[in-house]
């Protein structure tokens, strides 16, 4: 793990360790992790009075132990070596931490260095084929995580009965706990299409199981649809940036119809029905394309973004979403990315 690395997963909401801020509502990320503890003990307990002396779960309740005093004396989440915060994702991943990315011995960062390389060949395995054909659609996508491991979300899914699907999104936050909850969500996605539900109670049941399995703060923004034989959309957008509806060789924004997943457990949420001839195009992204930053610290923008849009908007999926990284690219002028950058283009093919 290089320096860089080591800093940027350092830095992953330290700024909101103490209270994660959402909807203008402060969430006691302490608490929250303290009521863990409390619960995990009760567990390593019960299965030491059910089970007899075990040497290993006495050694992990003296961990919970050491933790919830740590809490006690006001130095949880803090490095036992140099005092500073320990990483909030790292503890999300494991309440016991109490050393930060600095001050781990060489096994621990082994160990870490193998998570985060596992969870990144998880990531990549995930993804769906590029070049994609069905019934007349044509799909492909780029996808570039500023790091190792990523939070956006991208698939699509070819049923035998209820058409194919389409999903991009992207996870608040970076790093292992935005990785997997990217996991999560592509797991909740899979399992509901095959219930044969509309658009809209989809992302309805997977925004509820988002939010019953995620931290206060967590969220994930997403682009949901789907698409028939006869050049039907049904889309759903829920918080993300405006998909780029390519037709009549104009560039239509599709906003949003409902707040991020995992704000409301019983958020509702409308869709928009799009008929597309041949030819017409979909161009999604997230929103590290949008924030992408030059050396002047100017970001690209939807400006730029629909300007490429429209001089590659005859290309096919692959030749568009290619234009328009590349496009990103010269703009950045090698700067480091800092966020995620994945983008979809859809096209009915003629």
């Known amino acids: 793990m290089n320096a860089e690395e080591k800093h940027s997963i350092k830095n992953l909401q330290t700024v909101a360790f103490l209270n994660f801020e959402r909807g203008g509502m402060n969430f006691d990320f302490g608490s929250v992790m303290h009521q863990q503890l409390l619960e995990r003990r009760d567990r390593v307990a019960k299965a030491i009075s059910s089970g007899g002396a075990d040497a290993q779960l006495a050694a992990l309740l003296h961990e919970v132990d050491a933790a919830l005093e740590r809490f006690d004396s006001g130095s949880y989440g803090l490095c036992e070596v140099c005092g500073d915060t320990v990483e909030a994702d790292r503890l999300i991943a494991n309440p016991l ?15 870490l260095e193998d998570d985060i390389s596992l969870a990144s060949r998880i990531q990549l395995k995930l993804l769906p ?20 491991v990523s939070g956006d979300y991208v698939d699509i899914i070819q049923t ?18 935005a990785s997997m909850l990217m996991v999560n969500l592509h797991a909740v996605f899979r399992s509901l299409i095959s219930l044969g539900l509309g658009v809209d109670q989809l992302v309805e049941r997977a925004g509820r199981l988002f939010a019953e399995s995620t931290l206060p703060g967590h969220y994930a923004t997403l682009i949901f649809g789907q698409l028939t034989q006869g050049g039907e959309i049904l889309i759903c957008n829920a918080g993300h940036p405006p998909g780029l509806l390519i037709r009549d060789g104009r560039i239509e924004p599709i906003a949003a119809t409902g707040l991020p997943l995992g704000m409301f457990p019983e958020q509702k949420f409308s869709i928009d029905r799009l008929n597309l001839k041949n030819g017409d195009a979909l161009l999604l992204y997230t929103d590290g394309v949008l924030d992408a930053q030059n050396h002047a610290g100017e970001e690209y923008g939807m400006p730029r973004l629909i300007n490429i849009a429209a001089v590659s908007r005859s290309m096919p999926p692959d030749k568009l979403v290619a234009s328009c990284l590349a496009d990103v690219s010269t703009f950045r002028e090698s700067t480091a990315a800092f966020d995620d950058i994945t983008m979809m283009g859809v096209r009915r093919a003629a």
């Open 97 to 111: 931490e109490h050393f930060c990315l600095d001050h781990l011995n060489a096994e621990e960062r082994r160990a």
């Open 129 to 148: 084929d590029h070049g994609l054909r069905f019934d007349g659609w044509h799909f492909d996508y780029c996808y570039e995580p500023a790091r190792l």
């Open 160 to 177: 035998k009965d209820t058409g194919i699907y389409f999903a991009l999104g992207d996870i608040s936050g970076k790093g292992i706990a």
